[in-house]
């Protein structure tokens, strides 16, 4: 099996507010330490935008665990045990759709190298 080679950028590219879709499963991409090789990579799905009264500019995000196993915004607040995130949209720099989780973990790959 061969991966089709490609050219990466030489910084990571993450999601923008603008490109968000919700129901759709993005990717959380960290690293556990301050050299950038060690990812924490982490499913998870965007949910929707200004989700309680009062919210300004805030998009909404959930643990693909939770979401998969049926747990919805609405019910939380029910006693179901949920991972929610708010952010605004300049908070959004290490969150990726797949691909470009691949390319920053690719990018990863090329620091370890070294």
Do not use: W
Request: charge should be negative; hydrophobic fraction near 40%.
């Amino acid at each position: 099996m061969r991966f089709k080679a490609r050219d990466l950028e030489p910084h990571a590219e993450p999601i923008t507010a603008d490109r968000l879709c919700e129901g759709n499963v993005y990717f959380s991409v960290q690293y556990a330490d301050p050299t950038l090789l060690v990812p924490i990579v982490q499913p998870i799905v965007f949910i929707g935008r200004n989700l309680e009264d009062g919210d300004v500019d805030l998009l909404y995000f959930q643990g693909y665990e939770s979401f998969a196993s049926g747990i919805r915004f609405v019910e939380a607040s029910k006693g179901e045990l949920a991972d929610f995130d708010a952010r605004g949209p300049e908070d959004l720099n290490h969150i990726f759709d797949f691909d470009h989780a691949l390319d920053e973990l690719m990018r990863c790959s090329l620091r370890r190298r070294r």
